[in-house]
């Protein structure tokens, strides 16, 4: 088969897209033939190589992908031949304490398929039968594979772990990306009153047509003094932050008393300077999340099946170009998931 891999990591250069051996399914894998895949922030750091992460070379990436079921190891039940499925990335071990209350994503043993070990980026991929959805007939292929790491990690960060409720105000960042622009959708859903920023004008206008309602342009103005200004000097209850180093200060400013402040990622560094003064005398809430539960994405993905959330593509390309594709999430181009295609299916 063909497929995405890198031997070692480094820049985009490093990407190739060539032969490798079929896998074969293990007794509770399943064969799938691979229509369509989605880039994540998470493939440029599995590129260019994370601290205490060490990968079987040649390294095949992705997180997101969809496509046909061709084989099933002996143990697999759920699925046959036929059946149109997509990957939930998260593997837990089902055993450890946090399994055993449903937090999957606390697994003790808990990784990431494409990113600790062989993605699906390529014309075949065996993956456990527990981390395979069933896509409904209508999905297409594209929005079966651009919906499931960012929309279950939205919709953990916002309903589960910050409990947006009605009647809120939260501030989504980065709102053109993959997380940001679920957010934004799940927030509106919630019947929270949606704060997002970009940074162009065709970005915001597009962050307003999934349910933002007030938008600020934060590369032509500081988005906390912006938030006072928007909510009478009260400021938001939740901020959805995956930003990290570059807007955390701004975020606690952007915060009413009592709010929270959730993060799933930091794109731009993870040690920002802090302010606990501004922590405790306003009694702010930092909260973490992490991908989601198996429940949970059972919850946001029946949402996407029914149109409820819609999955924004930016671009499909061919794999052969996921170099390229790597420099659009780098860059910050466009608006929404970058997907990508074996050659052989364009
Ligand atoms: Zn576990």
Not at 171 to 183: D, E, K, N, R
């Amino acid at each position: 088969m063909k497929a995405v891999q890198f031997t070692e990591h480094g820049g985009t250069e490093v990407i190739e897209y060539g032969d490798f051996p079929d896998p074969e399914p293990e007794r509770d894998e399943v064969l799938v033939d691979v229509k369509a895949g989605a880039l994540n922030h998470l493939d440029v750091w599995t590129r260019r190589g994370l601290p205490g992460i060490t990968l079987d070379m040649p390294h095949i990436p992705g997180s997101d992908g969809a496509g046909e079921v061709v084989d099933v190891g002996d143990d697999v039940t759920r699925f046959e031949p036929g059946d149109r499925v997509a990957l939930s990335a998260g593997v837990s071990c089902g055993k450890c304490e946090f399994c055993r209350h449903g937090e999957h994503s606390m697994c003790v043993n808990y990784h990431i398929i494409g990113e600790h070990v062989r993605g699906v980026h390529s014309e075949l991929a065996a993956v456990p039968e527990d981390n395979l959805l069933s896509v409904p007939e209508g999905v297409s292929w594209e929005t079966a594979a651009a919906a499931p790491l960012v929309f279950q990690t939205a919709w953990r960060m916002l309903i589960t772990r910050a409990d947006v409720t009605s009647g809120e105000r939260v501030l989504v960042l980065g709102a053109s990306g993959g997380v940001g622009h679920a957010a934004v959708q799940i927030a509106d859903y919630a019947g929270a009153t949606v704060y997002a920023t970009g940074s162009s004008e065709a970005k915001l206008e597009h962050a307003r047509e999934l349910g933002a309602d007030h938008v600020i342009d934060y590369e032509a103005e500081d988005f906390a003094s912006q938030i006072r200004e928007m909510t009478g000097g009260r400021g938001v209850d939740v901020v959805v932050d995956h930003i990290g180093k570059a807007t955390w200060q701004d975020s606690l400013r952007s915060l009413a008393k009592g709010g929270r402040i959730v993060t799933c990622g930091a794109t731009t560094g993870g040690q920002p300077e802090t302010d606990i003064n501004r922590i405790f005398w306003n009694q702010l809430s930092v909260i973490g999340s992490t991908m989601a539960s198996l429940g949970e994405a059972d919850d946001v993905m029946e949402l996407v099946w029914d149109g409820t959330f819609e999955p924004a593509i930016r671009e499909v390309l061919p794999m052969s170009e996921t170099a390229r594709a790597h420099e659009m999430l780098e860059n910050r181009e466009g608006f929404g998931k970058v997907v990508v295609k074996p050659d052989s299916e364009l």
